[in-house]
């Protein structure tokens, strides 16, 4: 069985910045890929950021190979990044090749003007 968790959400100010946490963890033989996603009020889910690098210019991806984790750093944040921020893995979990897909259950992340 393989469980994603994100953690790190919250209420701040705009301007402010979070750091979102995803970790991944149970019977895993490689992770294929970690991104980020998220989905606001009314809002179809839509890719945020999954590489090594600044996506918008505020977002940035980091990772922890060693602790299966990846972060999002969020700086300068906006009334409009307010969502319920999802982490997404695609692991095999043998020698087979097959891969699979999970989600976390997701974080909420609220920016006041």
């Known amino acids: 069985q393989v469980e994603v968790v994100e953690s790190g959400g919250g209420l701040v100010q705009s301007g402010g910045s979070l750091r979102l946490s995803c970790t991944v963890s149970g019977t895993i033989f490689s992770i294929i890929s970690m991104d980020w996603y998220r989905q606001g009020p009314g809002n179809q889910r839509e890719m945020v950021a999954g590489k090594t690098e600044s996506v918008t210019g505020r977002f940035t991806v980091s990772r922890d190979n060693t602790k299966k984790t990846v972060y999002l750093q969020m700086d300068n944040l906006k009334p409009e990044d307010t969502a319920v921020y999802y982490c997404?893995?695609?692991?095999?979990?043998?020698?087979?090749?097959?891969?699979?897909?999970?989600w976390g259950q997701g974080t909420s992340v609220t920016v006041s003007s």
């Open positions: 997404k893995a695609i692991v095999s979990t043998d020698v087979s090749g097959r891969t699979y897909q999970y």
